[in-house]
């Protein structure tokens, strides 16, 4: 996997859109579900849920660097396991952050 997200030397945010394969079942959604539930440290779930109209998951999740990032999605057991494709990858700055109404998780 070859992600390029190199520009962002900073915590940001990043939008995972997961799209659920023909292979989808139950025990290795859940692996997916808790996988997301327990990252701690450099890079932590802050959303997990269902897409709307849409076979889809979206998570959101604070990512030190690029490097984790990386080994986040390559961890991921559902990814492995081949019941949910990255489908799409959506950086945001913390522009977003500052603007914006609503505050992550990880902000006091």
């Known amino acids: 996997m070859n992600i390029i997200l190199n520009h962002f030397k900073e915590p940001h945010l990043v939008i995972l859109i997961f799209k659920q394969s023909q292979n989808f079942n139950t025990k290795e959604f859940n692996a997916h579900k808790n996988y997301y539930k327990n990252l701690k440290g450099f890079v932590e779930a802050v959303y997990y849920g269902k897409v709307m109209n ?46 914006s109404k609503l505050k992550p998780s990880y902000q006091s």
């Open 54 to 99: 849409d076979n889809s998951i979206g998570v959101i999740i604070r990512s030190s660097c690029a490097d984790d990032f990386e080994k986040i999605i390559e961890n991921d057991p559902a990814v492995k396991s081949n019941i949910f494709h990255l489908q799409q990858i959506i950086p945001l700055t913390d522009n977003f952050i500052e603007n």
